[in-house]
């Protein structure tokens, strides 16, 4: 087993102390709820990028810890809101919100877009320090379907393309466990739970990257493990795809420090996942390729390696 030691990469800056405040609400009127998040950044540096994350399905603002603390570790504004599916809200089965929650959701991002320099005054010492230009968006599971629709993918409708959701100010992407196409590939036990999901990758041009595992077996498809690879093999942008071998759906305990939905926990798993998602988000946004090639080059050169990347260069 891969030490973490031997993964480093030496144009990464090292970690600085985190701020984070949790509960911030911005109000929202005919939501049922206010949206409320929590907001990270480092304690130090100028010129701060942002990212927002979608959590998956039932989380919500504290969840997917390993990741949030990490990026805001190095460097990033990270926003996580609680969507309307979050179990601590207790939305009833037959509340008439759920069928239009896909779209909740990406309401929610595109609110925090506009509303982030209130959102950012509210992080103390954060004020004046962040780039509100330099901005992605990221998302886990169902949170990956919300983020790739801010990056052109579309909810496919019977009788054309979809509405286009996308938002020109989210310049990069990154999927995790995000769901394939829809329609057909969908099973009967998709289709009976999420009727709604029926997404379509020909207008997501933003650039993105797509994290698979190539053991995360979902019951929504016929289909295997390569479903996840969907929005990397069937969208025209420029993009990139990180498949971690004998992943599952949690990519080894993202969601979260020793959660117990986390069937194939695995901290190095996690680790490269972290590297290799920070690095893509520093040559997107930041223009330091130097980091990103370290990461493949990195991880192709380790002799067990954990994963493999295609794409990107």
């Known amino acids: 087993m891969t030490d973490h030691t031997s993964w480093r990469d030496a144009n990464m800056d090292p970690p600085t102390p985190v701020l984070s405040v949790r509960g911030i609400v911005l109000p929202v009127p ?15 540096g100028d010129n701060l990028p942002i990212l927002l994350f979608s959590h998956g399905y039932g989380s919500s603002m504290d969840g997917y810890a390993p990741l949030a603390d990490y990026w805001a570790a190095h460097g990033f504004v990270v926003i996580q809101p609680t969507h309307l599916d979050a179990r601590r809200l207790g939305l009833a089965q037959d509340d008439p919100r759920r069928p239009l929650i896909w779209r909740t ?6 609110r925090i877009l506009d509303q982030l320099p209130t959102i950012t005054q509210s992080l103390p010492g954060v004020e004046g320090r962040v780039n509100h230009a330099l901005i992605a968006a990221a998302g886990h599971s169902f949170g990956g379907q919300t983020t790739s629709m801010l990056l052109g993918a579309r909810m496919l409708a019977a009788d054309g393309d979809g509405e286009d959701m996308s938002d020109e100010r989210v310049h990069a992407g990154i999927l995790l466990a995000s769901g394939g196409r829809g329609g057909c590939d969908l099973s009967d036990v998709g289709r009976e739970i999420t009727p709604y999901l029926n997404s379509g990758f020909e207008h997501m041009t933003t650039p993105t990257l797509v994290v698979a595992g190539d053991a995360d077996r979902s019951p929504l498809t016929t289909r295997g493990p390569d479903w996840f690879a969907d929005p990397y093999r069937l969208s025209p942008g420029r993009k990139a795809l990180l498949t971690l071998f004998g992943a599952e759906h949690m990519l080894g305990g993202i969601s979260g420090y020793d959660v117990s939905e986390t069937t194939d926990e695995n901290p190095k798993r996690v680790f490269v996942i972290q590297r290799s998602t920070l690095a893509y988000l520093r040559r997107e946004l930041l223009r330091d390729g130097r980091a990103w090639s370290s990461a493949c080059e990195s991880l192709a050169s380790e002799p067990e390696p954990f994963g493999r990347i295609e794409g990107g260069h």
């Open 30 to 44: 005919g939501r049922g709820e206010d949206l409320r998040m929590r907001v990270s950044a480092p304690a130090t």
């Open 105 to 110: 959701r990406v309401e929610d991002m595109k």
